[in-house]
């Protein structure tokens, strides 16, 4: 290579301030998306593994105090009106259609076994929701920041087509500023990319695993139920 061509090359910073800070408003705007689009998966990632830890947590905790034999009326009542975990949640749903389905005279109003299944589907929908609340955004970013990169990359290169075309010049001192500006976009979106795939398809099993285990105790409490109703 001609030291003449070379020389200048080396002079040039190319650290990734340098970088950013040489790209045209466009790719800048690109950059900055996607740096905020990163920050925000890992900020979602980071809640949902210590949401999830506690759901599990208080799930396993539920679980021995409700298969621990004390009476289901007084679990209820030691619960409260305002259950803390989604497992009580989902239980007390389904004791209070429970109860409300007696009349006066102790009897059962007709359908109530129908009506605790809904209630607790109702309970457990709406965990789910909270669950799942963020996965959207990082199927969204592992879908679409490789290409908003790749956007920033087109532009970067044709901007750098431009400033060949107007100095004339195509020695590397002109040319691969332009060029690394413009892949740096392409890297930032693989970076916001990557962790959002990998993390969205871990966090959607285990909320599969988590709601399945909701899913799992409501068909069991209903099947404790069903034995009271049929008795």
């Known amino acids: ?98 109860r409300r389905s007696h009349r006066q005279d102790g009897g059962l109003i007709a359908g109530a076994q129908a009506r605790i299944d809904r209630s ?37 290169i044709k901007h750098s087509f431009e400033q060949i075309a107007i100095s004339q010049n195509t020695n590397l001192a002109v040319v691969a500023p332009g060029i690394a500006e413009a892949l740096l976009a392409t890297g930032m979106g693989l970076l916001a990319a990557i962790p959002a795939v990998v993390f969205y398809n871990k966090l959607s099993a285990d909320s599969d695993r988590i709601i399945g285990g909701y899913e799992a105790f409501a068909d069991e409490f209903a099947t404790i139920l069903s034995r009271q109703l049929d008795a």
Do not use: Y
């Open 120 to 156: 607790m589907d109702v309970a457990i929908a709406k965990e789910a929701e909270g669950l799942n609340g963020g996965l959207s955004f990082l199927a969204t970013v592992g879908a679409t920041a490789p290409f908003i990169g790749l956007f920033g990359t087109v532009w970067g």
């Open 1 to 98: 290579m001609d030291p003449s061509t070379l020389a200048p090359a080396q002079d040039i910073d190319f650290s990734l301030l340098a970088l950013f800070a040489r790209a045209t408003f466009t790719v800048q705007v690109v950059m900055i998306l996607l740096v905020l689009a990163s920050f925000w998966s890992w900020a979602i990632i980071i809640q949902k593994f210590l949401n999830f830890r506690r759901a599990r947590a208080e799930s396993a905790a539920f679980d021995a105090a409700f298969w621990s034999g004390e009476p289901l009326d007084e679990l209820f009542e030691r619960i409260g009106p305002e259950p803390q975990s989604a497992s009580e949640r989902i239980f007390a749903s389904g004791m209070l259609e429970w």
